[in-house]
Nanobody
Framework: QLPLVESGGGLVQPGGSLTISCTTG????????VAWFHQAPGKEREGVSC????????TYADSVKGRFIISRDDAKNTVYLKMNSLKPEDTGVYYC???????????????WGKGTLVTVAP
């Protein structure tokens, strides 16, 4: 397992926006698909979004379609998740992960970060 590092979490009011980031200093992340996962308090981790190595193909969970957007900047070796119109149920720890291959499959993620906490509350 190789380390990924998430950042950018914090406290946001309902309806607000926040962008979180995923990077690593260990290898070139742009070679691989990268996914974001969400774990709400007391619930199972679930896939939120994934971006292929090309950056052209993206997937989103139904719960975030139209609100979140995933992107990558290979020059910065970073993948982003822009979260808009945030709801209290979006609260939880967000993890990034990669299978270290080019295709997105949520069940095939072997390398993870330790997560960043997002809290959506008044």
């Amino acid at each position: 397992q190789l380390p990924l590092v998430e950042s950018g979490g914090g406290l946001v009011q309902p309806g607000g926006s926040l962008t979180i980031s995923c990077t690593t200093g260990e290898y070139i992340l742009g070679y691989y698909a990268v996914a974001w996962f969400h774990q709400a308090p007391g619930k199972e981790r679930e896939g939120v979004s994934c971006i292929g190595s090309s950056g052209e193909i993206t997937t989103y969970a139904d719960s975030v379609k139209g609100r979140f957007i995933i992107s990558r900047d290979d020059a910065k070796n970073t993948v982003y998740l822009k979260m808009n119109s945030l709801k209290p149920e979006d609260t939880g720890v967000y993890y990034c992960a990669t299978p270290r291959h080019r295709l997105c499959r949520f069940h095939d993620m072997d390398y993870w970060g330790k997560g960043t906490l997002v809290t959506v509350a008044p």
